[in-house]
């Protein structure tokens, strides 16, 4: 299994990214997506989530209206696009896919680096 997250990167406060998390190794279909992100010496929080099946959408208070969270099931990718980033969203992000039938079925990503600083 495997969940690849690229994008990440330095931006000036009012910018934007586009992360991606590339899947590998299981029945991605099948699996809910989600992003979390975690700043250093807080805990990692939900940012954004959508469903397996009727792709359902979550977002997090903090970013919704600037994060837009998609899914290519052809592509086995998910994808989280941060506008109008603050210098609160510097964080690690992380990709996760569970399986919400079969919670013992969870994966991550390496995590990926944005960093929101002028």
């Known amino acids: 299994v495997q969940l690849v997250e690229s994008g990440g990167g330095l931006v000036q406060p009012g910018g934007s990214l586009r992360l991606s998390c590339a899947a590998a190794g299981f029945t991605f279909i099948g699996y809910d997506m989600n992003w979390y992100r975690q700043a250093p010496a807080k805990e990692r929080e939900l940012v954004a989530a959508i469903t397996s099946a009727w792709g359902t959408i979550h977002y997090a208070d903090s970013v919704k209206g600037r994060f837009t969270i998609s899914r290519d099931n052809a592509k086995s990718t998910v994808y989280l696009q941060m506008n109008s980033l603050k210098p609160e969203d510097t964080a690690v992000y992380y990709c996760?896919?569970?399986?919400?039938?079969?919670?013992?079925?969870?994966?991550w990503g390496q995590g990926t680096q944005v960093t929101v600083s002028s």
């Open positions: 996760n896919a569970r399986d919400r039938l079969r919670p013992q079925y969870n994966y």
